[in-house]
């Protein structure tokens, strides 16, 4: 199946044109017309070949949200039409414990990426995943999600991969009425973050080193603010907190952060940090608190998590942007300048190609 999109021939390069193929569809897939696609920061990351392993041609995109066009013989849960998504994963082992389990994401074989991934299904040239920055894609209905009928589709893709990745913790350590909550940083993960634990009934705390995001998070649900940079607010705040989602995405001292806990309290990463810069046992071992980690979500989970953003009308803060714009909202991105998510309208790709093209002759 040909398809068209945008893709980086090397770490150095731009997004620009490119034609390439989707396998043909099998019984058990669902095709895709892609509608909007969100821009995360791990598509920045491996474009540019930060985190190494990257494979060229690389399309970008697991925040992809679409219209059925077509489905196989053995797909059940699909028709034609119907508003759906994809997000970080598209296949895994299927017979490991955590893919019984409905854990995709922590696959024992590892799960297969939207993109830059290897295919274990294949049936096209390529012998790893592209992703969504394109106007079509195949998907196995197992990793496809409904989509609400009441939340805006562009505001919903980044629920995709920046919504289950909050989602899922909150869940997990059980978060709700009664808990003193804190949210770590003020961005594409924060911002949900803040949204969700507050719709869990929680008593929702943002703690950054900048008072202007503290009022941002006021707006989008935060009880309170607390800078931590003042280390008077600080040490009062000290042992007070049940849980904190933290959402840094650079290395920092986790020391302060965990000295907020009550005796018992955990701590949890979402941020894509390769270091922490230091983590003493002090505030570990005295009030026996936690430090722990998650990774987006399973399929099961996700589709939970769609359903509440239904239910409490709940979808990210998005800037939404021509095809033609992407490589300027990479840079922005990067620079911190966008509240809190890029979405990619899809409908304006056809344009992009050909403004590239005239630009070429």
Not at 301 to 311: D, I
Request: with cysteine.
């Amino acid at each position: 199946m040909k398809a068209f999109g945008f893709a980086a021939q090397s770490a150095e390069s731009q997004l620009a044109p490119f034609s390439f193929e989707r396998r043909a569809p099998r019984p058990e897939d669902v095709s895709i017309d892609i509608l909007f696609c969100g821009i995360c920061h791990s598509d920045i990351h491996s474009a540019r070949n930060e985190w190494g392993g990257t494979r060229y041609p690389y399309v970008p995109g697991h925040e992809i949200i679409g219209r059925v066009s077509a489905v196989g013989d053995k797909v059940t849960k699909y028709k034609a039409g119907d508003l759906v998504g994809v997000g970080c994963l598209v296949d895994s082992c299927r017979h490991c414990a955590s893919c019984y389990d409905g854990l995709e994401q922590y696959c024992e074989n590892g799960f297969t990426a939207t993109y830059n991934s290897e295919d274990r299904i294949g049936g096209t040239p390529h012998k790893f995943t592209l992703g969504g920055y394109a106007d079509k894609v195949v998907v196995d209905e197992r990793f496809v999600l409904r989509i609400p009928d009441n939340l805006d589709p562009a505001a919903a893709a980044p629920l995709l991969c920046a919504g289950v990745t909050t989602y899922s913790p909150l869940k997990h350590w059980k978060v709700g009425a009664g808990q003193k909550v804190g949210i770590i940083g003020l961005g594409g993960l924060g911002h949900m973050g803040v949204k969700f634990a507050h719709a869990m009934g929680a008593h929702v705390v943002m703690i950054t080193t900048s008072p202007a995001k503290g009022q941002d998070a006021k707006k989008l649900g935060a009880d309170d603010v607390l800078i931590s940079k003042d280390a008077d607010a600080m040490a009062k705040a000290a042992g007070t907190f049940d849980f904190l989602l933290n959402t840094i995405p650079v290395g920092h001292d986790t020391d302060p952060y965990m000295n907020l806990l009550k005796r018992d309290g955990t701590m949890v990463i979402v941020g894509a940090v390769e270091t922490l810069t230091h983590a003493s046992g002090v505030p570990f071992i005295f009030k026996r608190r936690s430090m722990a980690g998650s990774l987006i979500g399973g399929l099961p989970e996700t589709q939970e998590m769609l359903a509440f953003c239904g239910e409490h009308n709940i979808v990210c803060d998005i800037e939404t942007i021509a095809m033609n714009d992407v490589n300027t909202a990479y840079d922005r991105t990067v620079a911190g300048d966008v509240k809190y998510r890029f979405v990619i309208d899809m409908a304006t790709l056809s344009e992009a190609a050909g403004a590239a093209i005239a630009a070429s002759r």
